[in-house]
């Protein structure tokens, strides 16, 4: 099976730089997504890496490294608005599988 | 405007019956998905389908079933034997463009035991 590893929550202040990890196990790895999720709110789609290397769209960033199975999601210039659940989700696996990790909550804070 | 839509926002569910959720699809997706997510957890695949008429189980598809009868459609029906249902279900379809995949969530439904 498929199973993904991430912090459950993470706190910093406005302005600072955060760095959200996900570690993965999965067969057959086609590529690892980010998605954002308000409280109550759907969730939305953030960055997608298939490849090693950064992927930069605005103020967020994702890595990966598929030797290590390992990614992480950058945000800068933390925001207020940027308090919110990230959840990374790999694809793959036996049936290629979209399996979501359980979910970073990141507080930012004045 | 191109969207998912779920229907209803908040369901009840009595003992032993049987309850539908509707989603619904005007992107012109071929793949579908189900997921349940319960407070504070991530989310859990419950069905998908990547071409009508064919979906798969997930990870959690005991006392759920599903159809695909129509490419905009994707109910879901959760079974009296699906003992614990009470959570947020979310359906979602996805497309792949220039290699980057991409999935789309409806706003989800609240589904709770009487």
């Known amino acids: 099976g498929q199973s993904l590893e991430q912090p459950s929550e993470v706190t910093a202040v406005e302005g600072a730089i955060v760095q959200i990890n996900c570690t993965y196990q999965?067969?057959?790895?086609?590529?690892l997504s980010w998605y954002q999720q308000h409280d109550g709110g759907a969730p939305t789609f953030l960055s997608y890496?298939?490849?090693?290397g950064l992927e930069e769209t605005g103020r967020f960033s994702s890595f990966l490294s598929r030797s290590d199975s390992y990614g992480y999601l950058l945000l800068q210039e933390l925001q207020m608005k940027d308090s919110a659940s990230y959840f990374c989700?790999?694809?793959?696996?036996?049936?290629?599988?979209?399996?979501f990790g359980t979910g970073t909550q990141l507080k930012v804070e004045l | 405007d191109g969207g998912i839509t779920q229907s209803p926002k908040y369901l009840f569910r009595k003992e032993g019956q049987n309850v539908t959720l509707s989603c619904e699809q005007n992107?012109?997706?071929?793949?579908m998905y189900w997921y349940r997510q319960d407070p504070g957890q991530g989310l859990r695949l419950i069905y998908y389908?990547?071409?009508?008429?064919?979906?798969q189980k997930g990870d959690i598809a005991e006392g759920y079933s599903v159809s695909r009868e129509k490419k905009e459609s994707f109910p879901l029906t959760v079974t009296s034997a699906q003992k614990n249902p009470t959570a947020f279900y979310l359906c979602?379809?996805?497309?792949?463009?220039?290699?980057?995949?991409?999935?789309?969530f409806g706003s989800g439904t609240q589904l709770s035991v009487l």
């Open positions: 979602a379809s996805s497309m792949t463009s220039a290699g980057i995949e991409k999935l789309f």
């Open positions: 999965t067969s057959g790895f086609y590529g």
């Open positions: 890496n298939a490849l090693d």
């Open positions: 989700a790999v694809r793959g696996g036996g049936g290629n599988k979209l399996t």
């Open positions: 992107l012109n997706h071929d793949a």
């Open positions: 389908s990547q071409i009508v008429n064919d979906f």
